[in-house]
């Protein structure tokens, strides 16, 4: 239990309304949430050819007609395997399975979705 000075200090820095909702919570400018994932789960492949493939990586969608975005360059696709370079961090290309999640901190490869997933709300 908080004490009313601890609450009077809390609600300085992060004022809410009388139903508990954070009020004038201030925007961030240019924030880029793509450079931020700690956490890239390729959840499929669909391969076809070299040139006819879609992968699918934290739900968006990739295709032999785009090999690169701000975060992501795709050096090879297989009907069993992605390489991959992550700008971010180092250049050398990261091999991703189908059901695998690579934790860009530490670059560890596991299997699974590693995703943050939301909790169910209770009521």
Not at 9 to 18: C, G, H, K, Q
Not at 61 to 82: G, M, P, Q, R, W
Not at 96 to 119: C, E, Y
């Amino acid at each position: 239990m908080m004490s009313s000075d601890e609450v009077s200090i809390l609600d300085s820095i992060a004022p809410v309304d009388e139903i508990g909702l954070l009020l004038d919570v201030p925007e961030i400018p240019n924030f880029n949430t793509s450079a931020m994932e700690d956490v890239l789960f390729l959840s499929a492949i669909l391969y076809f050819t070299p040139t006819h493939w879609t992968v699918w990586i934290n739900d968006k969608t990739y295709t032999a007609d785009d090999l690169e975005d701000d975060a992501l360059k795709f050096t090879k696709v297989t009907s069993d395997h992605i390489e991959f370079q992550h700008k971010d961090m180092t250049r050398k290309p990261i091999k991703l399975r189908a059901n695998q999640s690579l934790l860009t901190v530490g670059h560890r490869i596991i299997d699974g979705d590693a995703r943050q997933k939301p909790k169910a709300i209770q009521l």
